[in-house]
């Protein structure tokens, strides 16, 4: 009653949050709540926010030791008789006063330093009396540069195909294996459904190289159907909507095959509006495998032209550098659909799972 009537009257439903006991008393049970629900939110959404923050740090910025949490980067300044820019530190000399000296180079445990006010004067410092002058720097080229230079639109192009074709595909060939399963009544019915379930015990890898033969025979190799068409029907799409429809009355079904109704005018005018949050939670299943599938299109795909965001992104990893910066950048990148669509269907979810008995 008292969450019913907060609702009501417009205030947050999780407005009991903030209730106390009677006499506005905190129990030990109201803090370990409190402490477990911040714990999970830190173990949750900190990497994310983790990531998020780094995806904007140069690549100095990432290397820093201890690292910060807000994309700061060290100053650099222009000094007369010098290439390049160097690095701005706060020196503690040894009379006490800090001066603002740039790093030439550092040897061991010395560094040697030069005033850029007077470029003639040089002197050596222990490392550990200088501290490096930051400022907050945004390197939004982590994300201009891969999206113009490395091709990186293609790759998000092609992980859109793959992923939007082969969701309608899964859905389409899910929907009417569990409309079989479902709705007929035949022999050998329940042992069908055991050996598609069954077939959640093998693993990827012992299939790998069959489904590859299979599709270099089909000459489908560096296409992008050869990432869409192997993995269009799961076992665990067919369980989720079989399961789903058998909960539709089947008073319904014979009522419209009284009435002269196609099994196909019945199978997508009546059967498929009613398992909607059933779909629901297949697509956003669909979308998640396919978005991130990584080792399946690193098998079949071998030209840059065809690449998905996951194989672009093992571009950036050389032999003995890794651009972590552009990885970081096209990583969130590569999380923005997927949160996208959890948004949007993310109340199906509980509907969808909880009328068809997945776990």
Same mark, same amino acid.
């Given at each position: 009653?008292?969450?019913?009537?907060?609702?009501?009257?417009?205030?947050?439903?999780?407005?009991?949050?903030?209730?106390?006991?009677?006499?506005?008393?905190?129990?030990?049970?109201?803090?370990?709540?409190?402490? *477990?629900?911040?714990?999970?939110?830190?173990?949750?959404?900190?990497?994310?926010?983790?990531?998020?923050?780094?995806?904007?740090?140069?690549?100095?910025?990432?290397? &820093?030791?201890?690292?910060?949490?807000?994309?700061?980067?060290?100053?650099?300044?222009?000094?007369?008789?010098?290439?390049?820019?160097?690095?701005?530190?706060?020196?503690?000399? &040894?009379?006490?006063?800090?001066?603002?000296?740039?790093? /030439?180079? @550092?040897?061991?445990?010395?560094?040697?330093?030069?005033?850029? =006010?007077?470029?003639?004067? @040089?002197?050596?410092?222990?490392?550990?009396? @200088?501290?490096?002058?930051?400022?907050?720097?945004?390197?939004? &080229?982590?994300?201009?540069?891969?999206? &113009?230079?490395?091709?990186?639109? @293609? *790759?998000?192009?092609?992980?859109?195909?793959?992923?939007?074709?082969?969701?309608?595909?899964?859905?389409?060939?899910?929907?009417?294996?569990?409309?079989?399963?479902?709705?007929?009544?035949?022999?050998?019915?329940?042992?069908?459904?055991?050996?598609? /379930?069954?077939?959640?015990?093998?693993?990827?890898?012992?299939?790998?190289?069959?489904?590859?033969?299979?599709?270099?025979?089909?000459?489908?190799?560096?296409?992008?159907?050869?990432?869409?068409?192997?993995?269009?029907?799961?076992?665990?799409?067919?369980?989720?909507?079989?399961?789903?429809?058998?909960?539709?009355?089947?008073?319904? /079904?014979?009522?419209?095959?009284?009435?002269?109704?196609? =099994?196909?005018?019945?199978?997508?005018?009546?059967?498929?509006?009613?398992?909607?949050?059933?779909?629901?939670?297949?697509?956003?299943?669909?979308?998640?495998?396919?978005?991130?599938?990584?080792?399946?299109?690193?098998?079949?795909?071998?030209?840059?032209?065809?690449?998905?965001?996951?194989?672009?992104?093992?571009?950036?990893?050389?032999?003995?550098?890794?651009?972590?910066?552009?990885?970081?950048?096209?990583?969130?990148?590569?999380?923005?659909?997927?949160?996208?669509?959890?948004?949007?269907?993310?109340?199906?979810?509980?509907?969808? /799972?909880?009328?068809?008995?997945?776990?």
């Amino acid at each position: 009653m008292t969450m019913a009537s907060t609702s009501s009257s417009g205030r947050p439903v999780l407005g009991f949050l903030t209730r106390r006991r009677e006499g506005g008393q905190w129990h030990w049970t109201d803090v370990f709540t409190y402490v *477990y629900l911040v714990l999970g939110v830190l173990l949750m959404f900190g990497p994310v926010v983790w990531l998020v923050l780094s995806s904007f740090k140069t690549p100095a910025g990432l290397l &820093e030791f201890p690292p910060t949490l807000l994309p700061l980067g060290q100053i650099e300044v222009q000094v007369e008789g010098y290439d390049d820019p160097l690095p701005l530190f706060a020196v503690t000399m &040894e009379d006490g006063t800090v001066k603002e000296l740039a790093q /030439i180079r @550092r040897i061991g445990i010395m560094a040697q330093m030069v005033d850029p =006010e007077n470029p003639g004067e @040089r002197v050596s410092v222990p490392i550990n009396t @200088r501290e490096p002058i930051r400022e907050m720097r945004v390197a939004t &080229e982590n994300y201009i540069d891969p999206l &113009e230079t490395f091709n990186f639109l @293609r *790759y998000l192009q092609n992980s859109v195909i793959v992923t939007v074709v082969a969701t309608v595909i899964t859905l389409l060939i899910n929907s009417m294996a569990a409309y079989g399963l479902a709705i007929y009544d035949f022999k050998g019915r329940n042992a069908i459904m055991l050996f598609v /379930i069954g077939t959640l015990m093998i693993p990827v890898t012992i299939v790998l190289v069959p489904t590859y033969l299979v599709v270099t025979q089909l000459g489908m190799v560096n296409t992008l159907w050869a990432v869409i068409l192997p993995g269009a029907a799961t076992p665990t799409g067919v369980f989720l909507l079989r399961q789903y429809m058998l909960t539709i009355p089947k008073d319904l /079904i014979e009522a419209a095959r009284m009435d002269k109704a196609s =099994e196909w005018t019945i199978y997508w005018r009546i059967v498929l509006p009613l398992s909607l949050p059933a779909i629901a939670v297949l697509a956003i299943f669909s979308v998640m495998w396919r978005w991130n599938d990584f080792l399946w299109p690193l098998v079949v795909l071998t030209r840059n032209e065809v690449y998905t965001l996951q194989i672009g992104l093992n571009a950036f990893q050389g032999e003995l550098d890794v651009q972590w910066h552009y990885v970081l950048a096209m990583t969130v990148v590569t999380l923005i659909p997927v949160v996208l669509v959890f948004a949007f269907l993310q109340r199906f979810i509980t509907t969808g /799972i909880a009328s068809s008995g997945m776990k």
